[in-house]
């Protein structure tokens, strides 16, 4: 493994993905590249009070918290599922870490919820960690 991306919406359960894409990446001394994606339309997103209220600097301690991990973070603009997967492609990523937020409920909310997407489109092996703890 030389690349682990983690999808993050800078929120608590996304922080604990976060924390065991970190893990990972320090067991198997590859890359750890953190990629926020701006939400294009979503107005509830602006003022969720469960994601962090400056996502600029919330990446800019991401380092700080993993010494000894090699991390990169990467801000992109658009549908999450859609960027997560296409930035994997890009960055030829061996795994996807991602949280399992969204990811409860109707069978019918689940079917398109960012979890189930990039699991259904991703190009390599996706790592669904469990947040129910933070939500």
């Known amino acids: 493994m030389t690349t682990i991306l983690v999808g ?12 065991d894409a970190a893990r990972l990446a320090r067991e198997r001394g590859a890359e750890l590249l953190v990629l926020y994606v ?4 979503d107005a509830r997103a602006v003022v969720d009070p469960d994601r962090a209220a400056d996502p600029a600097a919330y990446l800019a301690r991401v380092a700080a918290r993993f010494p000894g991990v090699m991390t990169r973070t990467r801000v992109e603009s658009g549908d999450a599922a859609e960027r997560i997967v296409e930035v994997a492609e890009e ?12 990811a409860h409920g109707s069978r019918w909310r689940v079917r398109d919820s ?10 390599c092996s996706v790592y669904i960690v469990d947040t129910r703890l933070a939500q």
Do not use: W, Y
Not at 38 to 41: M, V
């Open 91 to 102: 960055e030829r990523a061996d795994t996807i870490v991602i949280g399992n937020r969204g």
């Open 8 to 19: 993050t919406d800078t929120s608590a359960a996304a922080d604990l993905a976060l924390e």
């Open 38 to 41: 701006r939400p294009g339309s």
């Open 114 to 123: 960012v979890p189930n997407i990039v699991v259904r489109h991703s190009p």
